[in-house]
């Protein structure tokens, strides 16, 4: 319980430090920011080995009849995350060491990593709803600072701002869901809750629409259509931070909070319809997105949006166990891809694949890890992605008509995840170099290329996990996680066609994009069916026009109003002002004169009695 307790203590303790710190120090900022990482990891681990299953909590604050308490609540899958995001904040803080090397705002940017981390841990361990949601709102804050750090880069700012809003609209529901919660069962103690709701106590009514509420902060946090949009544009932060966001942290959140309170899920049939829908089109949409986009990073982010839908999709089918192992195999993977992008990146001073090609030769690590890494993200056997999300096929079918659906777009995303993957592979690491960098790349240091070597690990092996029996019980199954079935035939020939059909396009021109075949489609992907747009259009500019409205109506109605009266009563006491500004002869006659004035109305008055 100890280890639990300090799991989130530990990267907020780093982050104290670190904030405190002066802002151009170097060497103490990143011993701290490692080091806590490192503690984290160790603490994790330590969970993970010893299997125990514990729940404690201390009441902290009694408000009426809610209670609030303090505590943790683990368990092996719970132990199994934490060391995923252990493993992915270590990775990224040493990577960061080098690939921030010039940056004067290293020691803030690490402090904010370690807070970043602690709030995802907390999310991890809470077990308490208010708990939970204090972590949950962190990382929406330490997502904009992290986002934005390169003031640089003017869109740097905006990408921030569109995660913070975005993420914020669905967290609305999320808080008011909790808030549905405690009042209903009188504690937001999750163990509670989730008796409640198992026991039927809360009542369908209660169960579905406080589970609806929760979709809304999973769809902000996970990237679900459609408040996905954010997810793409945050590429414009550091690509550490891109790793750190993609893989184990904020946008695995929304799906680790789901299978956490998922028999509150289980009282609301309607709630996992909702989300089956919803993920059936988020991973086809990514995948599509995926393929027309020419910056690395955004095939990468496109991708995890579609990666999550395949998480959303178990989930919907009722299989918590099988969505946590596409997110322990996912974060493995996705970590790596982002920073082999990274090293490409930074050898050739872009992120445009139009500009690489032939770099395999000069970055062998990179290639080779790299190559590991979208392996796993097509689905490539023995690669991690290939058994979880093989198994996910696998558990949607037959899950009545929103399995079937996932089943449908699962498969069809596949297809298409295979396409892209192999596109940017081929773009990136073949053929002839398109501009001067590219013809002369270099590995990176190795603080950037170890934890990229040391990712490309789980990325091939991870998976082979799930043909364990302990594993699948870790993560709340029966028994082993997977199996070999007809979804595997399926998955294994729509990987052979769709990396197929894209070597063969790129083999015909390899100085062209393959990209290309899309045709009228392609601006259509690229602008992921201008849903930006149309969100713009509906959301943004009518809520522009009426601040509009409101700071005008503020300006000349409330501030005119005030500004008025102020003006009016200067004008006043400037007339009185004057009007007692006289010569002494001048107002000794208008006293004298008042004074009979007072006399004669006093004598009047006298004579009338």
């Known amino acids: ?184 069962t009188g504690t937001f103690r999750i163990a509670d809750v989730l008796g409640a709701a198992s026991n039927g106590k809360l009542g369908a009514a209660t169960a579905t629409t406080a589970a609806i509420l929760l979709l809304a902060g999973v769809a902000g946090k ?86 999550l839908g395949y998480m959303t999709g178990a989930l919907a089918s009722g299989e918590p166990p099988v969505a946590l192992f596409h997110l322990l195999t996912h974060a493995a993977f996705k970590a790596l891809l982002f920073l082999a992008a990274g090293s490409v990146i930074h050898a050739v001073g872009t992120n445009s694949m139009s500009a690489m090609g032939g770099l395999r030769r000069g970055m062998p690590v990179t290639f080779w890890s790299m190559t590991f890494g979208l392996a796993a993200l097509a689905g490539v056997p023995p690669f991690a992605g290939f058994w979880s999300k093989d198994e996910i096929l696998a558990v949607a079918r037959g899950h009545g008509w929103t399995g079937w659906l996932v089943w449908t777009s699962g498969v069809l995303t596949a297809l298409v995840t295979a396409w892209y993957a192999t596109r940017l592979w081929l773009r990136t690491f073949f053929g002839e170099p398109r501009t001067e960098p590219a013809g002369h790349p270099h590995e990176p240091r190795w603080e950037m290329l170890s934890p990229i070597v040391a990712l490309a690990v789980p990325s091939a092996v991870l998976g082979l996990a799930g043909l364990s029996v302990g594993f699948g019980r870790r993560l709340g199954a029966p028994g082993r996680l997977v199996g070999f079935g007809p979804d595997t035939l399926v998955a294994l020939a729509v990987l052979a066609l769709g990396a197929a059909g894209a070597w063969l396009v790129w083999r015909r021109a390899p100085a062209a994009d393959p990209a290309r075949v899309l045709g009228r489609a392609r601006p259509v992907f690229a602008g992921a069916f201008y849903l930006d747009a149309v969100q713009d259009a509906l959301v943004v500019r009518p809520m522009t026009a009426l601040a509009a409205i409101v700071r005008n109506g503020d300006e000349s109605l409330v501030d005119g109003a005030v500004e008025a009266t102020g003006r009016d009563v200067n004008l006043l006491g400037g007339l009185l002002g004057r009007a007692h500004r006289a010569a002494l002869p001048r107002a000794a006659v208008a006293v004298l004169g008042g004074a009979v004035l007072f006399g004669v109305i006093a004598a009047v008055l006298e004579a009338t009695r």
């Open 222 to 307: 996970s990237a679900q259509f459609p408040l996905h949009t954010w997810l793409p544009d945050a590429m414009a932060g550091p690509t550490p931070i891109s790793a750190l966001i993609h893989a184990a942290t904020m946008v695995a959140a929304g799906v680790y909070v789901v299978a956490r309170m998922f028999p509150l899920y289980q009282a609301a049939p309607a709630a996992l319809q909702t989300l089956g829908v919803l993920a059936a089109i988020t991973m086809l949409l990514g995948a599509l997105a995926a393929t027309a986009q020419d910056d690395i990073k955004r095939v990468l982010a496109w991708s995890t949006v579609s990666q």
């Open 1 to 184: 319980m100890i280890a639990a307790a300090l799991l989130p203590l530990v990267p907020f303790a780093a982050a104290l430090v670190g904030l405190l710190l002066p802002r151009r120090s170097r060497t103490v900022p990143a011993i701290v920011a490692v080091g806590g990482a490192a503690v984290a990891l160790g603490l994790a681990i330590a969970l993970a080995t010893g299997g125990d299953t514990f729940d404690k909590a201390r009441r902290l604050a009694d408000f009426g009849d809610l209670s609030v308490s303090v505590g943790v609540r683990v368990n092996p899958a719970a132990a199994l995350v934490a060391v995923a995001v252990g493993v992915v904040a270590l990775a990224v803080q040493l990577y960061s060491v080098a690939y921030l090397a010039e940056d004067e705002r290293y020691a803030p940017y690490a402090a904010q990593v370690s807070l970043f981390t602690a709030a995802m841990l907390l999310v991890v361990v809470a077990g308490d709803l208010v708990e939970l949601l204090v972590g949950w709102e962190v990382m929406g804050i330490c997502s904009y600072l992290l986002i934005g750090h390169d003031r640089r880069l003017p869109e740097a700012p905006r990408a921030a701002v569109k995660a913070f809003l975005v993420t914020r609209f669905g967290d609305v529901g999320f808080l008011l869901g909790i808030a549905l919660l405690g009042y209903r």
